[in-house]
């Protein structure tokens, strides 16, 4: 198939670009590049063999995409799908600046699907995220449960969700997929490709690896008081290969389907921060300082997906273990360096 990737040059979809060319995939990448860097192709293209056609085009500039489709509508060809990674992603970025957010990921996401009608490629797929659930009742958390949001980075995502599923009733044609992820960490284990944040990371396993490179002194675990087996915050660590994997598998279900399929993307375990600290050290032998601090705003206690749904359906379940994940990630700093 050929698929248009949005964000392709990002984290989780420049893994997902490499899983797609090795099942045999046409890959054509748009990207701002305002959060990742145009080398990835290069990288993409040592393990595979390839190097994806890539446009350097903003969603806000409606031009820009359809210069994209017109390209290929004047072979006479069209994309079979597009899977949507492109958007901000910093929850605490969002709440500093929210039209930012709003205007990047709605109004962009708007952009994108205008162009598709236009296009007649009505079949996508939707990066989402467990932010979706809130603070679930319970874990497990299966793809029927409540959704609330407590920030504008999530609710960019529920309105995207919302969005997506309301143009399905609207016009039979189109099938969406949302596939909501966990937290993806790790990266491929040749080196080539990983997550690079600049400045101080906010999420947890970027942080240790830029403690355990001594970049910053020390890890701060946030809160130690949650009605969890050590105390600290329980997440369903996610990686990225399997998550973007999940993408491949997902393909076949939206482009023989229509209408709305929702899938959970973790491993169904969950861990705390403790145990990805202590899991960090030991595959990788190098010491991570932490010091217990107070609770972060707006974090929850535990949360793990039931991922039986996207197994049963898209015959997809992650294969890699917490130690990979640690392995992987310090692997990518190292042969960076
Ligand atoms: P990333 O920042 O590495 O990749 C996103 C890419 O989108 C970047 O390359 C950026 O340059 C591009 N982009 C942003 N705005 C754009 C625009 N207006 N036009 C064109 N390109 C634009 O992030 P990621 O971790 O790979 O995340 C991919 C998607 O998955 C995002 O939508 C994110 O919200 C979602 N997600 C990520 C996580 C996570 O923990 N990484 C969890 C759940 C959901
Ligand atoms: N944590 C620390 N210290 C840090 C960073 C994080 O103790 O320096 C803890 C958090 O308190 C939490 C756990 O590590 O208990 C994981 O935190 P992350 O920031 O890595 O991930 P979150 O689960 O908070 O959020 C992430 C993304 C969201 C996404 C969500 C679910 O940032 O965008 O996963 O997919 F919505």
Redesign the pocket.
Known sequence: MRILV?????????HTTVELIKSGHEVVI???????KIDVLDSIQTLTGVKPKFFK????NKDDLKQIFEEYKKENKNFDAVI??????AVGESVAKPVMYYK??IA?TLNLIEVMNEYNCKKIIF?????VYGSPKSVPISEDFELHTTNP?GNT?LMQENILSDITVADKEWSVVLL?????IGAHESGLIG?DPNGIPN?LMPYIVKVADKKIEILGVFGDDYDTPDGTGVRDYIHVVDLARGHVCALNKVVNSTGVNIYNLGTGKGYSVLDVVKTFEKVNNVPVPYVIKGRRPGDIAECYANPAKAKEELNWEAEFDLERMCKDAWNYVKTNK
């Open positions: 949005s964000g392709g040059t990002g984290f989780i979809g420049s748009f990207d701002n590049l305002s959060n990742s085009a903003d969603m806000l949507h990674f492109a958007g901000l992603k990047n990921n962009g990066s989402s995220s467990a932010t980075y995502k909501r992820y966990f937290n993806p997550e999420n």
